[in-house]
Nanobody, 122 residues
């Protein structure tokens, strides 16, 4: 099994910054993609940013130029640096990882973190 633990959420004023972290632990051989998603009440979970094992990065249009995703493979951790925060960034943020758990099995599995609340006041 693999567990993802997120940290770094909180309350911040508009224009401020927060840094989210998500660390994976457990049976991990390699991690393919790592990503951040967010969800507000009554809406579907949406992609914020993702980064592949090769370093390719994809951002949603709404956060381009303000958020930066990065990963530390040695620590099995993904980060999301969020700058110039806006009230519309308020949401529960979830990390997701696509994990290969053993060398013998090429199958990958999807894991989600528990979510961390980000609230941006105007």
């Amino acid at each position: 099994q693999v567990q993802l633990v997120e940290s770094g959420g909180g309350l911040v004023q508009a224009g401020g910054s927060l840094r989210l972290s998500c660390a994976a632990s457990g049976s991990i051989f390699s991690i393919n993609s790592m990503g951040w998603y967010r969800q507000t009440p009554g809406k579907q979970r949406e992609l914020v940013a993702e980064i592949t094992s090769g370093g390719s990065i994809n951002y949603s249009d709404s956060v381009k130029g303000r958020f930066t995703i990065s990963r530390d493979n040695a620590k099995s951790t993904v980060y999301l640096q969020m700058n110039s925060l806006k009230p519309e960034d308020t949401a529960v943020y979830y990390c997701k990882m696509i994990v290969r758990t053993t060398a013998a099995n090429t199958r990958t599995y999807q894991y989600w973190g528990q979510g961390t609340q980000v609230t941006v006041s105007s």
